[in-house]
Structures are given as structure tokens and as C-alpha cells.
């Protein structure tokens, strides 16, 4: 299925893709947005805006988006299950599309208590291989998820994300397989530290030839301190950073370890690229945007492709 989108021609011209990410603020600060996405104009080829993150209220993915559109830049529009029921979600779609919006990621949405409203009800109407289902049957069937008819469908290129190191780690080449399944056009991983993992996960995948079916990006995040790598590795929940690292930022002086953690990006990004089906790079540097000019550059990533 060809879209407009400038994701999936990056992919279709066989060069590895970059995708960054924006966090929308937690109030009404348009100038936020754009100060954010400047950051990484020309260095990434779109950029995902998060969907009340970690279950805390923000700007909606919607109109951040929007905001990106209007910078002649190009969105990732991210819609969780948490929040909305399947008449919200495919209303978004298609007001999104409506605004030049073609590209979007489909997740399930951290769990309410983790946020700032721990007592509010989540919806979970559809789970996230269902929307991805739902997306694919607007788009080539041009049928809402109850059957009816739309006029002018959103011809969305539909993105989705793969954790290959939750556990059961048996289940999840299995579970990739479901999304490809359902219609999804590319993963975005959870970050990866844990590269030896990550290589065997890969292998699982080619042997189901799902990297023939699917654009696989690599997530990665740049660490800023040791005391961040010591949170992820000990309080996020399917996140595996080896104690090589923890143990790398620690002996780093502290005013130099934002550096090492770049350094650590860069080198598992390289890595990453040997890996066969990988096909493109995706940087979490949430609230550290200007991190991901050094880190595309010397990657050699950059100059980005024009499509």
C-alpha cells in the first residue's frame, strides 16, 4: 500500500530511515512544540509526537502534530487504546488525515496508575493489534471499523512498536508476528541497551521472514547521567540495560557523562546497522532533542535523504 507519507518513501528507497521524538508539554505552549521540533528539522525524516507519555496529561499528540505540519515538518501522530473509545480514535484518524497527517503509531498506552491521574478509568475499547487492524480497514477498505462506508478514506502508513526484551522473551517474535498480521507497515522497538539480546531477537524475526514484511526500527535512547541509567535498568518496567553500562557511566566524571552517553548511543546505533533487517533508527531523547544532531551525524546518518 503506497501513501503520501515521507517515512514509508524514505523506506521504499532503500536508505535507513530516522525518526526522533517530541514530547508535547504538559500546557498550552505552542512555541514549546516548535522549539522542540527545531531541534531536529533536517536531521531526522519524522518526528513522533507521544500520547500523554507515561499517563500524564499533555497536549494532545493531535495538535502538536498539527503544529509540525505547519513547520513544513513531518509527524508521527501517536494514539494510545488508554484514552479513547474506537469512535474517538477513528475520528482523530480521519480529522488527522484531514490536516495532512499520514503517518501514525498505534500503542496500547501506559497503565493509569503510573501517571498523575492513578484513579481514572481506562478505556481499552480496542488493544493496540485490534487499532492497527482498524487503521488498515479505513485505509484499504475506505470501511470504518463497524462497516459503514467513508468518504475519502486516510490512506495512513501504520507504524507499531515491539519490545523484544518483555518477558515471556519466547513470545516475542510471536507477538511481532500478530502486528504484522493485523496490517502494520513499521515497528519502532523499545530502547535498546541490550544488544546481544536484541541480535537474537532479530534472528527470530528473519527466520519468520517478518523483516521482509515489516520496516523494523531500532529504538535507542542517549543517557544523560548514571543515575538515569540506574532508573532504567531498575525501575522501567521491559527495559534491559546491562550492568556494562550502568558501570561505563559510572566511572565517567559527572560532568561528562551527558557526553558518554551520547558516545554509547552513537557506538550502539553503529553496531545496530550491521544487524540484518534493521532498516532504519529510531532516537528517544525525550527532553534532550539537541542531543540528536551529534548523534545522527556521527552515525553517519546524516545528510538525510531528500524523497
Known sequence: MKTESTLEKVFNAGHIAVTGECGPPRGA???KVREKAELLRGYVDSVNITDNQTAMVRMSSFAASLILKQMDMQPVLQMVCRDRNRLGMQSEIIGAYSHGINTMLCLSGDHCKFGDHPMAKGVYDLDSVQLIQ???KMRDEGKFQG???ILNAPKMFIGAAANPFADPFELRVARLAKKVRAGVDFIQTQCIFN?????TWMKGVRERGLDKEVYIMAGVTPI???GAARYMKNRVPGMDVPDHIVERMAKTPKD???QEGIDICVES???ILSIEGVAGIHIMAIEWESAV????KRSGLYPRPQV
Open 224 to 226: 544523560k547521567s548514571v
Open 195 to 199: 544488544i546481544d539480546k536484541f541480535e
Open 29 to 31: 505552549l505552542p512555541d
Open 147 to 149: 462497516g459503514a462506508d
Open 134 to 136: 482498524t487503521v488498515r
Open 269 to 271: 546505533i553503529q553496531r
Open 256 to 258: 561528562k557523562q551527558a
Open 293 to 296: 544532531p551529534e548523534i545522527v
